[in-house]
């Protein structure tokens, strides 16, 4: 199957929006619909009690959180407004009659993913609400010009085991399938690995001889390399094109094809190694 052209740069704006396409109100995920986790950091104030007025408290590993005059509180899978009602009833009975409580959330370190690899701007990112893939790209900036073919999402599993999830990069971005778009779990790593340009050399009677920066996932037929090159000149040999090669011990191979066989259709083509030297020679008179 042929694969499909796709542009090397995919910008954050057109991430957003294809995700807001694919799924709406995804990136607009509030700290309202979220629910407290370990580490996270809350700002806190109860009105007209200095003791806690936007005092800042990070979420233990246990989920709880100590205040002043209130002691320990339990604070896990609450949102803002339900820890809001749940403070409020305990100062209303210690501290103060019918207490104004707030909560904001600096931090969303319990529900985090991180994105990696070939992206603008790699880090871990908060999870708020139902995010997908695209949301977590978009985040991060979009794909560089190095990006690879796949994304992988790597995804912890109880027990301590872990999966991992391979997305094709056409099937998303240029397909639009969204069943690729897939929603992201606290601790999710999208990984997008690096594709770097890698060298084929073709010398010899073709137009543009030298190097050819081709990327590792896509490397080029002979026929493809030759044409990269700008095609044969007119002295060139067609029936004894040479490819060189290193095998896994170093050693080094000398493949004799004959092209124009190939462009009758005679001979498969020749698929190209990294480091390969294709080398077309002079005819004879």
Not at 40 to 46: A, G, K, M, P, Q
Not at 56 to 64: M, N
Not at 69 to 78: A, S
Not at 263 to 283: A, F, I, M, R, W
């Amino acid at each position: 199957m042929a694969k499909t052209t796709r542009t090397p740069v995919l910008a954050a704006a057109v991430l957003a929006a294809a995700l807001a396409a694919a799924v709406p109100g995804a990136a607009q995920g509030t700290g309202a619909e979220y629910r407290i986790g370990p580490k996270d950091l809350l700002e806190i104030s109860v009105l007209g009690v200095p003791e806690i007025a936007k005092l800042v408290v990070r979420v233990s590993e246990e989920s709880r959180i100590t205040l002043p005059l209130l002691g320990e509180v339990e604070v896990g899978d609450l949102t803002k407004f339900e820890l809001e009602k749940k403070l409020a009833a305990l100062a209303g009975e210690k501290i103060v009659l019918n207490p104004q409580v707030t909560v904001h959330i600096l931090e969303y370190m319990s529900r985090r993913v991180s994105v990696i690899g070939a992206v603008e701007t790699p880090g871990p990112f908060e999870l708020l609400g139902r995010q997908t893939v695209l949301a977590a790209l978009a985040q991060a900036g979009g794909l560089t010009r190095d990006a690879g073919e796949e994304i992988v999402v790597i995804r912890q599993l109880p027990g301590g085991e872990s999966a991992s999830f391979r997305i094709s990069v056409d099937g998303l971005f240029v397909q639009g399938d969204p069943r690729l778009n897939i929603a992201l779990e606290p601790g999710d790593v999208v990984n997008v690995p690096v594709d770097k340009p890698v060298p084929i050399y073709v010398f010899g009677q073709v137009r543009n001889p030298g190097a050819l920066q081709v990327k590792r996932s896509s490397l080029p037929s002979l026929t493809q390399a030759i044409a990269q090159a700008g095609g044969f000149t007119d002295r060139a040999n067609r029936r004894r094109v040479q490819v060189r090669r290193k095998d896994a011990s170093g050693r080094e191979l000398e493949i004799t094809v004959n092209v124009r066989d190939i462009l009758k259709g005679k001979l498969k083509d020749v698929p190209l190694q990294v480091n390969d030297t294709v080398y077309v020679p002079e005819s004879p008179l």
